[in-house]
């Protein structure tokens, strides 16, 4: 898709949100053909033979085999919350339509919660997204660079090194026609050769074909069989004004509008994994904004219970 019909495509708008959304009942069909697309599995012994009991509000499936009972809600993002599922979709809703990031203090005002609960929510949501990002594989031509998040500009290298400043390789993929395909910001404890190389092993196909600025532990992306491209900048050959980085840099430009417009001083220490996993989860699915919310709903329903407790420790 050309550049322009991506930025102009269609998202989907808040009243077509609301006609698919707009009540619990709604939700609920949407969430259980999320996680039983084909009908109800038991989770326990994989039957399909079930019956429906209500407890109070909560739609309960009993498998006729084991009678274990399992609600909607059980083992997926949703367990144990007792918010509408109208406000989940709401926040999920905010969280892949836009352009930018949405904060913690936004979704408060929005959806009309408290702050904590805004931020669990936000939390949930996004550690679904980082999950589900995990796995991606970058196979075409790739530029890759050094970034930092946190401290004066995120995204950026000025103050290389400071404190509070997490360190992240950023890689886009681009296509035959030199057009974006998909990013990765991936978090790591330094710039050295043994943290690229693991990067690499996990994150490139061996057919990839590797654009770097030529940092030295850059050159250990070749331990994953790719193709190692490196193009030398210095003080009078700046990446900024050479076009082989004209994508990372763009794309990182973007992500510190992303970033630093809406955020003031998150642990980036702690959750700088989450943070980026959110810009990176909706670059990737920006070909297709209608089906964002659907899939994300997919991946809700199939993540599995993460308690507030373990969202606060270190990623
Ligand atoms: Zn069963």
Known sequence: MAINRIQFQPGLSLNEFLNKYG????????????????GFICPGCHSTRHCVV????????????CRRQITLRAGTIFHGSKL????????????????????????????????RTAWRLKHKIMQTMHEREETTVLAQRVEIDDAYLGGERSGGKVGRGSENKIPFIAAVETNADGHPLRV?????????????????????????????????CFRSVESAGCLHLPEIV????????????????????????????????FKFEKYAHRYLAEVQYRFNRRFDLQSI???????????????????RMAG
């Open 293 to 311: 919310l659907p899939r994300l709903l997919h991946a809700a329903a199939n993540t599995g219970k993460r308690p507030e407790t373990c969202l």
């Open 184 to 216: 990765l910001f991936s978090p790591i404890q330094g710039f050295s050769g043994n943290e690229i190389e693991a990067w690499a092993k996990r994150s490139l196909a061996p057919t990839a074909s590797i654009i770097s600025d030529g940092l030295a």
């Open 234 to 265: 210095g003080p009078n050959r700046k990446s900024t004004d050479m076009g082989c980085f004209h994508w990372v840099n763009t794309i990182l430009g973007n992500l510190k509008t992303a970033i630093d417009g809406t955020y003031h001083g």
């Open 54 to 65: 209500w407890h109070g509000r909560a739609k309960t499936f009993q498998c006729s085999c």
């Open 84 to 115: 509408p599922l109208t406000t989940w979709f709401q926040a999920i809703y905010f969280l892949t339509q836009g352009k930018n990031n949405t904060s913690a203090l936004e979704l408060m005002r929005l959806l009309g919660v408290c702050y």
């Open 23 to 38: 009540t619990e009942p709604q939700c609920e069909a949407a969430l259980e053909k999320a996680r039983w697309p084909r």
